[in-house]
């Protein structure tokens, strides 16, 4: 079977960094992308890794280590804008096809 | 450029009502995904489309779910009839195509059944 698992909630405080764990157990894996969701919003994009290593876009880096199936999510200089749910996603070949599975999502609370 | 468009935003029906959405993906984008996200929880698909063929289907509960593409851009969801269980709300995405990583959302549908 496959399961993905994360952190329900995490807080942090503002002006400091949060890592938002992700393992996945899984057959067929292509990648990791990891979404951000305010409360009553969309989910929106922020990175996918294929490859082992550390993806850096601004304030927010995502990782991934296929050997060990983990992956993590990790925000710098933390403002009260971040606090919503980010889902780790994983992309993996089912049937011949690809397809993306979520993780049950990770409520951060930044505080003052 | 238009995001992903959805309509209604909210709905609210009595149990065994019929209800649709419907969902307008980026022009130009081929895939398009319908999802159920509970409160608390991930999206989940229910159906993916490439162009207007349905690709995955599998997790769409085919007894009173329907969907249809036409002409490949805007998509309708049908739930007939809807059960108090089906309360959540129901997302729309689009992709460049199936390879692509990015997927843009639409800011769903709220739908309550009582």
């Known amino acids: 079977g496959q399961s993905l698992e994360q952190p329900s909630e995490v807080t942090a405080v503002e002006g400091a960094i949060v890592q938002i764990n992700c393992t996945y157990q899984?057959?067929?894996?292509?990648?990791l992308s990891w979404y951000q969701q305010h409360d009553g919003g969309a989910p929106t994009f922020l990175s996918y890794?294929?490859?082992?290593g550390l993806e850096e876009t601004g304030r927010f880096s995502s990782f991934l280590s296929r050997s060990d199936s983990y992956g993590y999510l990790l925000l710098q200089e933390l403002q009260m804008k971040d606090s919503a749910s980010y889902f780790c996603?994983?992309?993996?070949?089912?049937?011949?096809?690809?397809?993306?599975?979520f993780g049950t999502g990770t409520k951060l609370q930044v505080i003052p | 450029e238009a995001g992903v468009v959805q309509s209604p935003r909210y709905k609210i029906i009595e149990k065994k009502q019929p209800v649709a959405f419907w969902c307008n993906p980026i022009?130009?984008?081929?895939?398009l995904y319908w999802y159920l996200q509970n409160l608390g929880q991930g999206p989940e698909l229910l159906i993916r489309?490439?162009?207007?063929?349905?690709?995955?289907d599998s997790q769409l509960p085919k007894d009173r779910f329907s969907a249809e593409r036409l002409k490949g851009v805007d998509s309708t969801l049908k739930i007939q009839p809807a059960e108090l269980g089906d309360s959540a709300v129901y997302l729309c995405?689009?992709?460049?195509?199936?390879?692509?990583?990015?997927?843009?959302f639409g800011p769903g549908t709220r739908l309550t059944v009582l």
């Open positions: 995405a689009s992709s460049l195509n199936s390879g692509f990583n990015e997927q843009f």
């Open positions: 899984t057959s067929g894996f292509y990648g």
């Open positions: 022009s130009g984008h081929n895939t």
């Open positions: 996603a994983v992309k993996r070949n089912s049937g011949g096809y690809q397809k993306v599975t």
């Open positions: 489309y490439e162009n207007e063929e349905a690709v995955d």
């Open positions: 890794n294929a490859l082992d």
